[in-house]
């Protein structure tokens, strides 16, 4: 398979783990904070999976849309902007010495 220009092999045994996944009853038990990208022209997941999964966590909870972005981030100025966003959401929740 190729995403984003790149090969990636996916073999039967993944297919098979992902489709035996309840997303939302998984996502729903994490009881951590979540914090979700979902760019709006990314070819890769549609938003609607991307809200499905925002729907299903629990509080707290963030979603950033990364406008013109595409699945992996190849270009630097989105994975800056995400990398940033990570750092600052992330401080509110990990204890620091």
Same mark, same amino acid.
């Given at each position: 398979?190729? *995403?984003?220009?790149?090969? +990636?092999? #996916? ?5 098979? /783990? %992902?489709?035996?996944?309840?997303? =939302?009853?998984?996502?729903?038990? #994490?009881?951590?904070?979540?914090? *979700? +990208?979902?760019?709006?022209? /990314?070819?890769? %997941? ?9 729907? @299903? ?7 950033? =849309?990364?406008?013109?972005? /595409?699945?992996? *981030?190849?270009?630097?100025? /989105? =994975? %800056?902007? %995400?990398?940033?966003?990570? @750092? ?6 990990? =204890?620091?010495?």
């Amino acid at each position: 398979m190729v *995403l984003a220009g790149r090969t +990636f092999t #996916i073999r039967r045994a993944f297919l098979e /783990d %992902v489709a035996a996944v309840r997303l =939302a009853s998984s996502i729903a038990q #994490i009881r951590r904070p979540l914090l *979700l +990208f979902h760019s709006p022209v /990314d070819e890769i %997941v549609g938003i609607d999976c991307a809200g499905s999964i925002y729907a @299903a966590a629990k509080h707290p909870k963030s979603f950033v =849309a990364i406008d013109g972005a /595409d699945h992996l *981030l190849t270009h630097r100025e /989105d =994975a %800056v902007f %995400v990398s940033g966003v990570i @750092a600052a959401w992330a401080a509110r929740y990990l =204890a620091y010495p």
